[in-house]
């Protein structure tokens, strides 16, 4: 499909100002926070005489169909479509090309600074992890339905939790009242106080490189549709699930990075090096440049969502003088975890009992 030129020269005549703001980029004083880099003082400038946008840090700038491909990561139609139905300026003949084009949910870069106030009680977690066990449910879910390899989450100290009231009790008792609350475990409610995570659920723990733990997060195991399926406390900083992988690299070693938990445990399980980005929205970039001296692999999701994932993941590395490269999966499955276990279940591997 060819836009039109003279629909073309339209679009670009938008008030780039007002674009962005359409994009969701706030602006002040037509100075903003550069979405394509981690800013940390405006580096987008935005020229109304012009009607241009510019980045001083990134080099990138244009009109406004550059500005809103640059944002969502669109094509020039995609772009056009979009920016046309924004600002009722034209629809294409062609039905299949009048649909809008769906969004991308925007990844936020997350930097030292937004977060390093946040305190982490690495004693508290730990002694959870020592203590927590894996459920008959939990066994199940890992096993059974999703076939990873008992050796994969030995090595995670992947645990569950099972009863919620007990644990807040014997956190009260072990490290006090205040210091249960204070590590977001324990919450004060209107009745008392309880348990920050939905149970049942599985609990990953987040490790740095050098083997400390770092955070956690936990993966609803109950039946209730209306319980957020992965949650993280508010005590920490988003960072890469499995990072103590890196040590055992070298540079130019294939990496797989996937997105979410389940994936990276289907690829440690087929014997792969991988890493988790652990939330769709949150890109923990300080630990994202660390990948650089690898070889990088991901398989995107099979579908909008998921392209549109790589391709930001690609221009984070592309931006710090790296890159990312994409592998397909098969037809007919949905994400890495979905092909893992068809092919287990092709082999005809029936889950290990325990
Ligand atoms: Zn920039």
Redesign the pocket.
Known sequence: MTIPGVIVKQLNDLPIEEVAERLGIPINRHNAL????N?HAP??KFSVGKNLFH??????GGGPIQLVQEYEAWTFQEACVWLAGQFNIWRPDEERYRKSVRRAIRKKFLSTTDESAIEFDEEVFSWLIDTARLSPKANKFLFKERYFKKEVIDKLSVRSLSYPNRLVNTILKQFGEERGLKSKIVRQGKYGLYCSFCTPCLLFPYYGQDGRLVGMQSRYLGENIKVPRFQFLSSQKTRLFNLPVLNMLKRGDKLYVSEGITDCLAMLSEGMNAVAIPSATLLPREDLVMLKEFDLRMYPDQDEVGFRAFMELRRFFV?HYSTIRAEKLPEGVKDYCDYYVKSQKEEGNDGIHI
């Open positions: 550069c979405f394509m880099h800013d580096s987008l980045c001083f840090v990134c080099g990138k931006n």
